[in-house]
């Protein structure tokens, strides 16, 4: 049986899930804030960026009521920035586990 290109689709949206998460298993803090040269966003700022894009898809896609990014559940509030600490770098990969 030929795969579909929507097979084929989850199967590359699933291989890369599971690729990023397990970048973030021993990711430390250190690394998680890293800003490339001329980059805008830090590693855990570009995570939580995506999970958070993630959380409104999937509510726009299966929700009655769907919710927008200022609405969606963030990880110790919405912000414009990230916390600096172990516990907010584990409750965003979580967080991404979760999308």
């Given at each position: 049986m030929s795969?579909?290109r929507?097979?084929l689709t989850?199967?590359?949206l699933?291989?890369?899930?599971?690729?990023?998460?397990?970048?973030?298993?021993?990711?430390?803090?250190?690394?998680?804030?890293?800003?490339?040269?001329?980059?805008?966003?830090?590693?855990?700022?570009?995570?939580?960026?995506?999970?958070g894009?993630?959380?409104?898809?999937?509510?726009y896609a299966?929700?009655?009521?769907?919710?927008h990014?200022?609405?969606i559940?963030?990880?110790?509030?919405?912000?414009?920035?990230?916390?600096?600490?172990?516990?907010?770098l584990?409750?965003?990969?979580e967080w991404f586990?979760?999308?």
């Amino acid at each position: 049986m030929s795969r579909t290109r929507k097979d084929l689709t989850m199967e590359l949206l699933e291989s890369a899930y599971r690729l990023m998460v397990r970048h973030l298993e021993n990711i430390t803090l250190e690394e998680a804030l890293f800003i490339p040269q001329n980059g805008y966003r830090s590693i855990l700022g570009t995570l939580k960026h995506a999970a958070g894009w993630s959380h409104v898809y999937r509510s726009y896609a299966f929700d009655e009521d769907p919710k927008h990014w200022v609405e969606i559940a963030w990880p110790h509030g919405l912000r414009d920035t990230v916390i600096k600490s172990d516990e907010y770098l584990c409750d965003v990969i979580e967080w991404f586990k979760e999308s």
